[in-house]
């Protein structure tokens, strides 16, 4: 009886390392599962519920909230638009949001992080200069032009900007329905300290603009 207790406290304990060596967005139980909407939330659960089967169409899973170029005329001279689940049904317990980055000349997406997803990019349009951090404080980073690719690990900081003469589109995927943004400007300045804003803005370009040869794997504490 003991040694019957014993290993199933030791299965309980494997099956709940293994949870959460494993954990991320939890997989679906059915083939598809549109975000369900009501004019008033009464359960609270984490993600969305399902709408009701007999109403699902190829609609759900179509969207064009990606169409149009966002609004670049702003300080940064960008524009992000992440679009989850929330806005887009057909992504509900599938553990994906997509989004759209249009970065004009001398664009720049501030360093960011998103907690819960990893996030692999598409250059769609011009050149850009991407790269991220990682814990050990190493600089990844490289000039992407269209057809490239770029994949930034989950929770690591990291930014975009324009690095050619002409407007950039990034299409981006992240691996989380709910990826959550940490923004660290944000975190850190008021929008109208415009004068922090710009002392970051100028400090991102200079290193990013490095000749990328040597830049690339570079230690932060080297540039």
């Given at each position: 009886?003991?040694?019957?207790?014993?290993f199933?406290?030791?299965?309980?304990?494997?099956?709940?390392?293994?949870?959460?060596?494993?954990?991320?967005?939890?997989d679906?139980?059915?083939?598809?599962?549109?975000t369900?909407?009501?004019?008033?939330q009464?359960?609270?659960?984490?993600?969305?519920?399902?709408?009701?089967?007999?109403?699902?169409?190829?609609?759900?899973f179509?969207?064009?909230?990606?169409?149009?170029?966002?609004?670049?005329?702003?300080?940064?001279?960008?524009?992000?638009?992440?679009?989850?689940?929330s806005?887009?049904?057909?992504?509900?317990?599938?553990?994906?949001?997509?989004?759209r980055?249009?970065?004009?000349?001398d664009?720049?997406v501030m360093p960011?992080?998103?907690?819960?997803?990893?996030e692999?990019?598409f250059?769609?349009k011009?050149?850009?200069?991407?790269g991220f951090?990682?814990?050990?404080?190493q600089?990844?980073?490289?000039?992407?032009?269209?057809?490239?690719?770029?994949?930034?690990?989950?929770?690591?900081?990291?930014?975009?900007?324009?690095?050619?003469?002409?407007?950039?589109?990034?299409?981006?995927?992240?691996?989380?329905?709910s990826?959550g943004?940490?923004?660290?400007a944000?975190?850190?300045?008021?929008?109208?300290?415009?004068?922090?804003?710009?002392?970051?803005?100028?400090?991102?370009?200079?290193?990013s603009?490095?000749?990328?040869?040597h830049?690339?794997?570079?230690?932060?504490?080297?540039?």
């Amino acid at each position: 009886m003991f040694k019957l207790l014993m290993f199933c406290h030791i299965a309980f304990i494997l099956c709940l390392c293994a949870k959460l060596c494993f954990a991320g967005d939890s997989d679906n139980l059915q083939d598809i599962c549109p975000t369900g909407t009501s004019p008033k939330q009464t359960i609270f659960i984490n993600g969305f519920p399902c709408k009701n089967p007999t109403n699902i169409t190829a609609s759900d899973f179509k969207s064009s909230l990606l169409n149009h170029k966002g609004d670049t005329d702003n300080f940064l001279q960008s524009s992000t638009n992440i679009v989850t689940a929330s806005e887009y049904p057909g992504l509900n317990t599938l553990g994906l949001s997509v989004a759209r980055i249009d970065l004009d000349i001398d664009g720049l997406v501030m360093p960011h992080s998103h907690p819960r997803a990893s996030e692999i990019f598409f250059v769609s349009k011009g050149i850009v200069v991407a790269g991220f951090i990682d814990t050990n404080n190493q600089l990844f980073q490289g000039i992407l032009r269209e057809g490239d690719v770029f994949v930034i690990p989950r929770g690591l900081l990291h930014y975009y900007l324009n690095g050619g003469f002409e407007p950039a589109t990034i299409i981006a995927v992240l691996n989380s329905q709910s990826p959550g943004v940490v923004s660290i400007a944000d975190a850190m300045f008021t929008p109208n300290d415009l004068e922090a804003m710009e002392r970051i803005k100028r400090s991102v370009i200079s290193k990013s603009l490095l000749d990328l040869d040597h830049a690339e794997n570079a230690n932060l504490s080297q540039i």
